[in-house]
């Protein structure tokens, strides 16, 4: 009787050192409908799937109907929520498949809808079935579900056109030929000369107004004969700033007088603060 009890607790032993199988990622309660506009409830086509299987004959789907598809996604035996569930549509031929999303609830109830306007055009163009198949997947170590579950037939009218689809590649594209605007011109001629000539005509009338106001102009030679160059240099700053000013409007741009106007603008506060100063020290001293 001992080696009986040996090899019983030997097999217990044995039985508790093999791992504990995975769960693995299903499906059931599954329905595919295929209902079509206009037809009514309970109209149309419906059928179901069996657990972890496929149909056997394939689901047809015309240009007015609607693909229904339902199940419960299962983490074993029991329904629960996992993080991917998708309806992935394959064209046999050319490889090409596109998966739609399910919209799934808490207690793994999962729903998608689709109609003829969902499908790539490449789809719409094959005669042959589409194969569907079922991805359910979630977080943790339970295996995946990656099976078909039907064949879709997409059927048309004998008066319905086949679309048609032009298959695009990487390649060289055509050269693109940049048109850009011309630069900005300066008004006419004419108009400039008429501006120039109304500045210059004012002048005159401001020295005449100058003269009838009673301005000082014999102080003139006692202003340049006590400070000449600041006097001078101010000026001839001032008039720098407008000889700037008419190259930018005839041929500089804004950031070749921006150097030339600070230059000229410092040498003009400098000069311009010994002037008045001068001008200040007269009028201090009772002469104006």
Do not use: C
Not at 33 to 58: C, M, W, Y
């Amino acid at each position: 009787m001992q080696w009986w009890q040996t090899l019983f607790q030997l097999s217990l032993l044995a039985s508790t050192a093999l791992p504990a199988a995975a769960a693995s990622w299903g499906f059931a309660d599954a329905t595919v409908s295929v209902q079509t506009k206009g037809a009514g409830v309970g109209a149309g086509l419906k059928e179901e799937i069996p657990r972890n299987s496929a149909l056997s004959n394939p689901v047809p789907l015309g240009n007015a109907d609607t693909l229904k598809v339902a199940l419960t996604a299962q983490e074993g035996k029991s329904a629960k929520s996992a993080h991917q569930v998708f309806l992935l549509l394959q064209e046999p031929n050319s490889g090409l498949d596109i998966s739609y999303p399910f919209s799934v609830k808490g207690n793994g109830k999962s729903r998608v809808e689709l109609t003829w306007k969902d499908l790539p055009t490449q789809f719409l163009a094959t005669s042959e079935p589409l194969d569907a198949r079922i991805l359910i997947g979630s977080f943790g170590s339970s295996q995946a579900y990656n099976e078909p579950a039907f064949q879709l037939s997409l059927t048309r009218g004998l008066d319905e056109p086949v679309p048609t689809f032009e298959a695009s590649r990487y390649g060289k594209l055509p050269e693109i030929h940049h048109i850009f605007k011309d630069d900005a011109k300066n008004p006419p001629v004419v108009i400039t000369l008429v501006f120039i000539g109304a500045v210059l005509a004012a002048f005159p009338v401001l020295g005449g107004a100058w003269l009838y106001l009673g301005a000082n102009i014999n102080h003139l030679p006692a202003a340049i004969k006590s400070a000449p160059i600041p006097h001078a240099v101010f000026l001839g700053s001032l008039t720098a700033i407008e000889g700037i000013f008419f190259l930018y409007y005839t041929s500089w741009t804004l950031f070749q007088i921006l150097p030339a106007v600070a230059a000229v603008g410092a040498v003009a506060f400098i000069s311009g603060s010994r002037a008045l100063g001068e001008v200040q020290g007269r009028r201090q001293a009772g002469l104006r």
